[in-house]
């Protein structure tokens, strides 16, 4: 048998891949493009040596400095070049990769060249714009002042005709009206600008409080937004035009005038010289415009020049940093003329390693070539899986539990098809698999072009689990195949049904039930059942004993994953201690009672398995009576029990005394520590030289096995039981689609009425794509990833791996969109 | 109501609780300020602080730095998540977090007046000014002329009106009568923000009211050192002195008739928490009290955020240049 164990080929993706600590010693002169060949190799991750050095003590730091700075320019081009409106071209250039240096010069350049393109045109602007609001002003204060002066003009006609018509009272007034016209000329001003629409009010508000009232206020809205002169944006705003008296109100306004940001224009009281002055205006605008537009296309030029290499540069700055960091992670040796840097690699990679090594030192033209070296490893390696398109998901749902330690068994082999199957047997119906099975393939047939893409989250997480949506929707049509559900509608696939009424009127269908008179339905569920009496308690029975053999057969599959990692570990102690000890108590219970479903399937027998299980542990000793399924079931029952009873205290003391055991003769006579040696010595690798030193802590040890075998004869019991979440699931999704298909779409076909019949359909529609395939696919698969990571992987899956995160080019793009 | 303030806390906090659960992660370390205390160029610290939360308030600087601009991008960073808690704050906590920059408001308000009292360009005031503590009509404090129309053009609208109307006078703005306003101002917010914690009740309260009356004798002491010599009568400096505190109402009659530094000294050593600030100073040494303060506030600070409730850890430590 261990023979036969051991001579089978080693499955892929079973184990993570080998892994080896390697060094790498290069010379400095080949250094950089050695590692930017690692980097497009991708096969190597590099171990921080410096970790304590923080980030600007490092060898590399003005290079990663330049490239940041080089990076900020490159973020203000494309910002630039989205302001212009510009879209950077879909197809870049493709030209070869130009030196560093050269490019920080060529950035260098560009940036000066925009930064005095918009200096420059950011002046013509401001003045264009400034003249764009007096223009605005003229326009709209003109007005208010033309009638204003009519309505003075009005008023002092009738005064005057007023005070004509009296003449007693001319000489009393004549004075005081030659007095108020003086104060009229010289006294009563006016400020006008331009103000934020937002601040309008509270700068109206400020002025009455300011000048106690004695103010005129007129305002009117610009008709078209207006861009700012300093901030250039666009924004609304508002013409207004302050009439006030005295000097002091004036100094008083002009402050808030400028506390508020608002813009103050003159404009001429007289008419002939406003119309002058916009005239100057208009002309002068039209100068700037054309100007600022001869200005715009020469940048929109240059922008798009630099838009044609964008991506290449972005790109490039991105790995040229990528590397320095790298560098930086490397130690100098003592003759500062050698990187020396340590990584973990794959084995088979190794070669592919040492090649690009090679290729480097030939292509820079170094006199010494890199050593490259395998060392002996202290910490554990990380864990790597070679995975693909369609592994790549299964892989990342175990994954998200934990990372696998290395080299242990990998559930996601056997997540790929006990995932969607036990999401099936939840989801069973295949109707609504056809529908998810469409959803899956346009989601692959589009895969090329959904790959480049951007995606929202959402999009995005579905399109990862393209494959799980596949699989999964496969299965839940065999599943439905099997439950003959198709939207709750049975079918006649496989032929008629092998149950007919009594006679042929049918009426005691409902009270006496059908006769069986022929073969049984060949593949699953007989359509017959359907809306039958005894419906539910066929199918619940049916589908509990499902859940409980599918609940106990993974069980098992994890416990014997558990014996295969024991054996690749070479751990014959949990073998024999915790391996054995876990099956036979897990099958003297649970396997039994599977043996006990299989049985009574298979003869049609009416025994009470709840009464045989539960008198098995009250009293194993009386007899069965009408509920014994086959000759010898009592005895067998009692060795079970023994057997169950023996197994926990097996899997309980034993393992923790025999590893005190074996501890205390490793460590026989030596009684006192090692010394460690305070000098570093020269002669030893620094790796090795850490010395791995274990301590035993005997109670720690016996609580951890205490709580790992209660946790396991505790979890037997509620595993199983947690597996009923599948009969459960599976109820509620067939009880709710049979809710929506007789309860909305045939009561509302039973109306001769199209529109109640539509409203019903869509209603139908509506539930069935929301609840039923959204809702139900969510939950069922949560459950389906519980039963995984709780009742599956606890029996042999510790998950205290970490991931192989290696140098790659293709890695950093990836992160950067 | 303490006991069953947490039943409902999560309703009305905890959505903010989780945002300053957040910052606090993004907060500096002490290995973080090691490494600061480390570096030897802006360009360094620029780079250091990359690796952080301040990472892309920085990421755009061209490359000569200033000082003035990191620790502006660092406020505007604390800025930015205060401004961002406030528009989610509910009541009562959104006026709590209001009260905070009352604070800083009444620092803008004395620091524009006495900057346009010296005939600085308001602009250049404007940009010195705390940004916690701007309001609409800020820029508008410049055309006053004296109290009364500093209240009535520009503070009637902001949260300081009632604050400012004990000191209405029609006295003309110098530079002792702004520094009795500033005093004065403070005395009436710091008062109102007790009330305020106090009616709240439970943590807030107990947290706040050591917070504040701790701020309030701070203020005590520094009124008294810095009118001594002054023409400020014992009675005006009586009142300037707020009605909480540890000190009130004993400690500040003591204050209150103080001529010296010894004297204030003698008067603050009967209060056993002040003890420790005191008896690290030497006699007659004034100078270093305001940083041994400083020092006490930050621990305080660092203990209320330490609890971990409601607004009271609010308060990020900036970058020290």
């Given at each position: 048998m261990e023979k036969f164990i051991d001579n089978l080929s080693p499955m892929d993706l079973m184990r993570s891949e080998k892994m080896s600590l390697v060094q790498l010693i290069i010379p400095v002169e080949s250094a950089h493009r050695a590692v930017s060949y690692l980097g497009e190799l991708g096969l190597l991750q590099f171990r921080d040596l410096n970790a304590e050095k923080s980030p600007f003590q490092r060898t590399f730091v003005n290079q990663v400095k330049r490239c940041g700075e080089m990076s900020r320019k490159l973020r203000f081009f494309k910002d630039q070049i989205i302001k212009a409106g510009l879209l950077s071209s879909i197809h870049p250039v493709v030209e070869p990769d130009v030196e560093l240096e050269e490019l920080e010069m060529q950035l260098a350049e560009h940036e000066h060249e925009l930064i005095e393109m918009n200096s420059n045109s950011e002046k013509l602007r401001q003045t264009y714009n400034e003249l764009l609001e007096f223009k605005m002003v003229l326009l709209k204060a003109g007005s208010f002042l033309v009638s204003n002066n009519n309505q003075a003009v009005a008023k002092e006609r009738e005064l005057s005709e007023n005070v004509y018509s009296s003449d007693r009272y001319v000489e009393a007034s004549s004075l005081l009206e030659q007095q108020m016209r003086t104060a009229d000329q010289s006294g009563l001003r006016f400020i006008s600008g331009i103000i934020f629409q937002s601040k309008a009010l509270r700068f109206e508000?400020?002025?009455?409080?300011?000048?106690?009232?004695?103010?005129?206020?007129?305002?009117?809205?610009?008709?078209?937004?207006?861009?700012?002169?300093?901030?250039?944006?666009?924004?609304?705003?508002t013409v207004f035009v302050v009439f006030f008296s005295g000097e002091q109100a004036r100094t008083k306004i002009l402050k808030i005038c400028e506390a508020f940001g608002a813009n103050c224009y003159p404009v001429p009281e007289d008419f002939s010289k406003q119309r002058q002055i916009t005239r100057e205006i208009l002309s002068r605008l039209s100068e700037l415009e054309t100007t600022l537009d001869a200005g715009i296309r020469h940048q929109n030029k240059a922008l798009t020049s630099i838009g044609y290499h964008l991506t290449q540069w972005m790109s490039m700055i991105r790995r040229e940093k990528a590397v320095y960091d790298t560098l930086n992670m490397l130690n100098f040796d003592v003759t500062k003329k050698c990187l020396v840097g340590e990584g973990w690699c794959p084995v088979f990679a190794k070669a592919k390693v040492q090649e690009a090594l090679q290729r480097a030192t030939f292509d820079s033209n170094s006199q010494v070539g890199s050593i490259f070296h395998v060392m002996d490893a202290v910490e554990s390696p990380p864990t790597y899986f070679r995975t693909n398109h369609f592994t790549n998901a299964y892989q990342e749902i175990v994954d998200a539990y934990g990372i696998a330690r290395y080299q242990e068994a990998n559930p996601a082999v056997y997540t790929v098809v006990t995932f969607p199957f036990l999401f099936a047997v939840m989801f069973g119906d295949w109707g609504h698999g056809i529908c998810l099975l469409l959803g899956a393939v346009v989601l692959i047939a589009r895969e090329s072009r959904l790959s480049t893409q951007k995606l929202g989250s959402f999009m995005a997480m579905l399109f990862e689990g393209r494959y799980v949506l596949l699989l999964m929707s496969l299965f839940s049509i065999y599943c439905g195949l099997i439950y003959n559900e198709f939207f709750s509608v049975p079918f006649h696939i496989f032929g008629g049904s092998a149950y007919k009424c009594r006679d042929a009127t049918c009426s005691d269908a409902h009270s006496a039930g059908l006769i069986k008179f022929r073969d049984p339905y060949p593949f699953g569920v007989d359509p017959s059942w359907r809306g039958s009496r005894s419906e539910l308690p066929f199918l619940n029975s049916l589908k509990m004993k499902m859940s409980i053999l599918l609940g106990v057969a993974q069980m098992n599959l994890g416990i014997i994953l558990s014996y295969f990692n024991a054996r690749f570990f070479h751990s014959s102690l949990d073998t024999r201690y915790q391996f054995v000890p876990q099956l036979i108590f897990l099958n003297s219970l649970f396997g039994y009672l599977s043996l006990l479903i299989i049985i009574k399937w298979c003869t049609g027998s009416q025994a009470d398995l709840y009464h045989v299980m539960i008198y098995m542990f009250l009293s194993p000793t009386d007899d069965l009576g009408e509920n014994e399924l086959f000759w010898g079931q009592r005895p067998l029952q009692i060795v079970l029990l023994l057997l169950a009873l023996v197994a926990v205290p097996w899997m309980l003391f034993p393992k923790p005394f025999i590893l005190k055991k074996l501890h205390s003769e490793r460590f026989q006579g030596r009684n006192y520590g090692m010394l460690v040696s305070s000098e570093f010595d020269p002669d030893v690798e620094p790796d090795s030289a850490r010395q791995h030193h274990e301590e035993f802590n005997f109670s720690e040890v016996f609580v951890h096995q205490m709580i790992h075998s209660i946790e396991f004869v505790l979890g037997a019991v509620s595993n199983t039981a947690s597996y009923l979440r599948l009969w459960a699931l599976s109820l509620a999704h067939s009880e709710l689609s049979t809710v929506f298909y007789e309860k909305i779409l045939l009561l509302a076909w039973g109306y001769d009425n199209v529109v109640i019949r539509l409203i019903g359909l869509a209603v139908f529609a509506f539930a069935t794509a929301f609840i039923l395939l959204m809702m139900e696919t969510l939950s069922a698969f949560l459950h389906a990833l519980r039963l995984h990571w709780v009742e599956f992987q606890n029996k042999f899956y510790h998950g205290d791996g970490y991931k192989f995160k290696p140098f790659s080019f293709a890695l950093i793009a990836e992160d950067d969109d | 109501m303490y006991g069953f303030e947490a039943m409902t806390f999560n309703i009305h906090g905890g959505y903010l609780e989780a945002i300053v659960r957040g910052h606090r992660a993004g907060l500096l370390t002490a290995t973080d300020y090691n490494n600061l205390c480390q570096c030897e160029t802006l360009d360094d610290i620029k780079m250091h602080l990359s690796a952080t939360e301040y990472g892309p308030y920085l990421q755009n600087e061209p490359s000569p730095l200033h000082t003035t601009t990191i620790v502006e991008k660092c406020t505007l960073k604390l800025v930015d998540e205060y401004k961002h808690m406030l528009c989610q704050a509910t009541e009562p906590l959104s006026t709590f977090l209001e009260y905070i920059t009352y604070g800083h408001m009444i620092d803008n308000v004395v620091l524009i007046v006495t900057g346009t009292l010296h005939e600085r360009d308001v602009q250049e005031l404007l940009e010195k000014c705390h940004p916690l503590g701007m309001f609409d009509s800020i820029a508008t404090l410049a055309v006053a002329q004296n109290m009364r129309e500093l209240y009535r053009l520009v503070l009637v609208d902001t949260p300081l009106a009632p604050y400012f109307s004990e000191c209405i006078t029609s006295e003309d703005l110098d530079d002792m009568n702004i520094e009795i306003m500033r005093n004065t101002?403070?005395?009436?917010?710091?008062?109102?923000?007790?009330?305020?914690?106090?009616?709240?009740?439970?943590?807030?309260?107990?947290?706040?009211?050591?917070?504040?009356?701790?701020?309030?004798?701070?203020?005590?002491?520094?009124?008294?050192?810095?009118?001594?010599?002054?023409?400020?009568?014992?009675?005006?400096?009586?009142?300037?002195?707020?009605?909480?505190?540890?000190?009130?109402?004993?400690?500040?009659?003591?204050?209150?008739?103080?001529?010296?530094?010894?004297?204030?000294?003698?008067?603050?050593?009967?209060?056993?928490?002040?003890?420790?600030?005191?008896?690290?100073?030497?006699?007659?040494?004034?100078?270093?009290?305001?940083?041994?303060?400083?020092?006490?506030?930050?621990?305080?600070?660092?203990?209320?955020?330490?609890?971990?409730?409601?607004?009271?850890?609010?308060?990020?430590?900036?970058?020290?240049?």
């Amino acid at each position: 048998m261990e023979k036969f164990i051991d001579n089978l080929s080693p499955m892929d993706l079973m184990r993570s891949e080998k892994m080896s600590l390697v060094q790498l010693i290069i010379p400095v002169e080949s250094a950089h493009r050695a590692v930017s060949y690692l980097g497009e190799l991708g096969l190597l991750q590099f171990r921080d040596l410096n970790a304590e050095k923080s980030p600007f003590q490092r060898t590399f730091v003005n290079q990663v400095k330049r490239c940041g700075e080089m990076s900020r320019k490159l973020r203000f081009f494309k910002d630039q070049i989205i302001k212009a409106g510009l879209l950077s071209s879909i197809h870049p250039v493709v030209e070869p990769d130009v030196e560093l240096e050269e490019l920080e010069m060529q950035l260098a350049e560009h940036e000066h060249e925009l930064i005095e393109m918009n200096s420059n045109s950011e002046k013509l602007r401001q003045t264009y714009n400034e003249l764009l609001e007096f223009k605005m002003v003229l326009l709209k204060a003109g007005s208010f002042l033309v009638s204003n002066n009519n309505q003075a003009v009005a008023k002092e006609r009738e005064l005057s005709e007023n005070v004509y018509s009296s003449d007693r009272y001319v000489e009393a007034s004549s004075l005081l009206e030659q007095q108020m016209r003086t104060a009229d000329q010289s006294g009563l001003r006016f400020i006008s600008g331009i103000i934020f629409q937002s601040k309008a009010l509270r700068f109206e508000r400020m002025l009455f409080r300011a000048t106690r009232g004695n103010m005129l206020f007129n305002q009117a809205p610009a008709d078209e937004e207006i861009m700012d002169p300093l901030s250039a944006e666009m924004v609304k705003k508002t013409v207004f035009v302050v009439f006030f008296s005295g000097e002091q109100a004036r100094t008083k306004i002009l402050k808030i005038c400028e506390a508020f940001g608002a813009n103050c224009y003159p404009v001429p009281e007289d008419f002939s010289k406003q119309r002058q002055i916009t005239r100057e205006i208009l002309s002068r605008l039209s100068e700037l415009e054309t100007t600022l537009d001869a200005g715009i296309r020469h940048q929109n030029k240059a922008l798009t020049s630099i838009g044609y290499h964008l991506t290449q540069w972005m790109s490039m700055i991105r790995r040229e940093k990528a590397v320095y960091d790298t560098l930086n992670m490397l130690n100098f040796d003592v003759t500062k003329k050698c990187l020396v840097g340590e990584g973990w690699c794959p084995v088979f990679a190794k070669a592919k390693v040492q090649e690009a090594l090679q290729r480097a030192t030939f292509d820079s033209n170094s006199q010494v070539g890199s050593i490259f070296h395998v060392m002996d490893a202290v910490e554990s390696p990380p864990t790597y899986f070679r995975t693909n398109h369609f592994t790549n998901a299964y892989q990342e749902i175990v994954d998200a539990y934990g990372i696998a330690r290395y080299q242990e068994a990998n559930p996601a082999v056997y997540t790929v098809v006990t995932f969607p199957f036990l999401f099936a047997v939840m989801f069973g119906d295949w109707g609504h698999g056809i529908c998810l099975l469409l959803g899956a393939v346009v989601l692959i047939a589009r895969e090329s072009r959904l790959s480049t893409q951007k995606l929202g989250s959402f999009m995005a997480m579905l399109f990862e689990g393209r494959y799980v949506l596949l699989l999964m929707s496969l299965f839940s049509i065999y599943c439905g195949l099997i439950y003959n559900e198709f939207f709750s509608v049975p079918f006649h696939i496989f032929g008629g049904s092998a149950y007919k009424c009594r006679d042929a009127t049918c009426s005691d269908a409902h009270s006496a039930g059908l006769i069986k008179f022929r073969d049984p339905y060949p593949f699953g569920v007989d359509p017959s059942w359907r809306g039958s009496r005894s419906e539910l308690p066929f199918l619940n029975s049916l589908k509990m004993k499902m859940s409980i053999l599918l609940g106990v057969a993974q069980m098992n599959l994890g416990i014997i994953l558990s014996y295969f990692n024991a054996r690749f570990f070479h751990s014959s102690l949990d073998t024999r201690y915790q391996f054995v000890p876990q099956l036979i108590f897990l099958n003297s219970l649970f396997g039994y009672l599977s043996l006990l479903i299989i049985i009574k399937w298979c003869t049609g027998s009416q025994a009470d398995l709840y009464h045989v299980m539960i008198y098995m542990f009250l009293s194993p000793t009386d007899d069965l009576g009408e509920n014994e399924l086959f000759w010898g079931q009592r005895p067998l029952q009692i060795v079970l029990l023994l057997l169950a009873l023996v197994a926990v205290p097996w899997m309980l003391f034993p393992k923790p005394f025999i590893l005190k055991k074996l501890h205390s003769e490793r460590f026989q006579g030596r009684n006192y520590g090692m010394l460690v040696s305070s000098e570093f010595d020269p002669d030893v690798e620094p790796d090795s030289a850490r010395q791995h030193h274990e301590e035993f802590n005997f109670s720690e040890v016996f609580v951890h096995q205490m709580i790992h075998s209660i946790e396991f004869v505790l979890g037997a019991v509620s595993n199983t039981a947690s597996y009923l979440r599948l009969w459960a699931l599976s109820l509620a999704h067939s009880e709710l689609s049979t809710v929506f298909y007789e309860k909305i779409l045939l009561l509302a076909w039973g109306y001769d009425n199209v529109v109640i019949r539509l409203i019903g359909l869509a209603v139908f529609a509506f539930a069935t794509a929301f609840i039923l395939l959204m809702m139900e696919t969510l939950s069922a698969f949560l459950h389906a990833l519980r039963l995984h990571w709780v009742e599956f992987q606890n029996k042999f899956y510790h998950g205290d791996g970490y991931k192989f995160k290696p140098f790659s080019f293709a890695l950093i793009a990836e992160d950067d969109d | 109501m303490y006991g069953f303030e947490a039943m409902t806390f999560n309703i009305h906090g905890g959505y903010l609780e989780a945002i300053v659960r957040g910052h606090r992660a993004g907060l500096l370390t002490a290995t973080d300020y090691n490494n600061l205390c480390q570096c030897e160029t802006l360009d360094d610290i620029k780079m250091h602080l990359s690796a952080t939360e301040y990472g892309p308030y920085l990421q755009n600087e061209p490359s000569p730095l200033h000082t003035t601009t990191i620790v502006e991008k660092c406020t505007l960073k604390l800025v930015d998540e205060y401004k961002h808690m406030l528009c989610q704050a509910t009541e009562p906590l959104s006026t709590f977090l209001e009260y905070i920059t009352y604070g800083h408001m009444i620092d803008n308000v004395v620091l524009i007046v006495t900057g346009t009292l010296h005939e600085r360009d308001v602009q250049e005031l404007l940009e010195k000014c705390h940004p916690l503590g701007m309001f609409d009509s800020i820029a508008t404090l410049a055309v006053a002329q004296n109290m009364r129309e500093l209240y009535r053009l520009v503070l009637v609208d902001t949260p300081l009106a009632p604050y400012f109307s004990e000191c209405i006078t029609s006295e003309d703005l110098d530079d002792m009568n702004i520094e009795i306003m500033r005093n004065t101002l403070y005395k009436a917010y710091l008062e109102d923000f007790y009330k305020f914690c106090q009616k709240l009740g439970g943590a807030t309260a107990e947290i706040m009211s050591d917070l504040l009356a701790f701020e309030a004798d701070r203020r005590a002491v520094n009124i008294t050192i810095n009118s001594i010599g002054t023409e400020l009568t014992r009675d005006d400096r009586r009142k300037l002195y707020s009605n909480f505190g540890l000190l009130y109402p004993y400690g500040h009659e003591e204050l209150a008739v103080c001529e010296d530094i010894d004297q204030v000294r003698g008067a603050m050593e009967k209060y056993p928490p002040y003890q420790s600030i005191f008896s690290k100073l030497s006699y007659g040494e004034s100078q270093m009290l305001d940083k041994a303060f400083y020092e006490e506030e930050v621990k305080r600070l660092c203990l209320a955020f330490e609890q971990q409730i409601k607004g009271a850890g609010d308060k990020e430590p900036d970058v020290d240049l």
